[in-house]
């Protein structure tokens, strides 16, 4: 990726705001901050330049992303993409910001960041990274060159999985969980037997013989942001599980997931959002 913007930036041919998409957190990191350091010729840790700008919601503490306060001004001591946009470079030509998973930020917080965006100024480029393309609007996909981030090798990431202590089989079960081995080994230890206990009990709703509230509700957790990312996390396994390959596929099994998938979008835009996790998990336990 990095040798890629090299390329663009001796060419001229920058975009004002670069949209990173691929399974893996980590790596979608590493590679915007390598963007970031070939733009501002950091040839030690790009974090210290005068000129570079992170927000990740892990390190400021941010469970479900970024808030409007982190994009647009809303008071003071708060970090913000607007505030960093505000000063011209100090020591080159450019400055460089990382804005880390964009596809989880609130929706005030999407809002604003079209806002921001629109006209961003000649000497900065943006950089943000993705896991869920779809969770983003097309607005704000249309003012990014989107790159996509290439997966590990399957080998590779299976040696890993089994230097980590999982099973082939609850591997296999992860990986229809959450899409790729990446994102399987990102996951807590906490958060992978999670989901291997909600299969447990989505396995026979899904076979038509164990009840929805067997699974459909609200997960335990100490605080309500808690909440609402196992919730999350939950939801987008029941929504991949549903759609897994089945032998017998036919028109009844069609309907059953196209209409189980509306579904589960539409709670899962809500729970993004500020509705309480509470009543969306109620409301999904409620449909026929």
């Known amino acids: 990726m990095r040798e890629r913007f090299a390329k663009e930036k001796a060419a001229g041919h920058m975009a004002d705001a670069y949209l990173l998409v691929g399974a893996a957190r980590a790596r979608l990191r590493d590679n915007a901050l390598a963007c970031a350091a070939e733009l501002l010729d950091a040839h030690q840790d790009v974090q210290q330049h005068a000129d570079f700008t992170i927000f990740d919601p892990e390190e400021m503490g941010l469970k479900t992303g970024l808030k409007v306060e982190h994009i647009a001004y809303r008071k003071e001591g708060v970090p913000c993409l607007e505030s960093s946009l505000r000063y011209r470079p100090s020591s080159g030509k450019f400055r460089a910001v990382v804005l880390l998973d964009a596809d989880r930020m609130t929706a005030d917080a999407h809002g604003a960041l079209l806002k921001t965006t629109e006209e961003p100024p000649d000497d900065t480029v943006l950089f943000f990274t993705a896991t869920e393309l779809f ?39 992860l990986l229809g969980a959450c899409g790729s081995g990446e994102a399987v080994l990102e996951l807590s230890n906490e958060d992978r037997q999670f989901l291997l206990d909600s299969w447990t009990k989505v396995e026979p709703w899904l076979g038509g013989q164990g009840s929805l509230e067997s699974w459909c509700f609200l997960p335990e957790a100490s605080n309500l942001a808690e909440q609402r990312r196992l919730g999350l996390l939950l939801l987008a396994a029941v929504r991949a599980w549903i759609l897994a390959p089945r032998l017998e596929a036919n028109g009844e ?28 998990f109620q409301d999904l336990a409620q449909i026929p």
């Open 135 to 173: 969770a983003l609007s097309p607005a704000l996909r249309s003012r990014c060159r989107i790159w996509r981030v290439p997966r590990q090798d399957a080998a590779d990431l299976e040696r890993q999985a089994a230097a980590a202590g999982i099973e082939p089989d609850s591997w296999q079960r």
């Open 253 to 280: 099994l069609l309907l059953f997931q196209g209409r189980w998938c509306r579904r589960i979008d539409e709670a899962l835009a809500r729970l993004s959002g500020q509705v309480t996790p509470a009543l969306i």
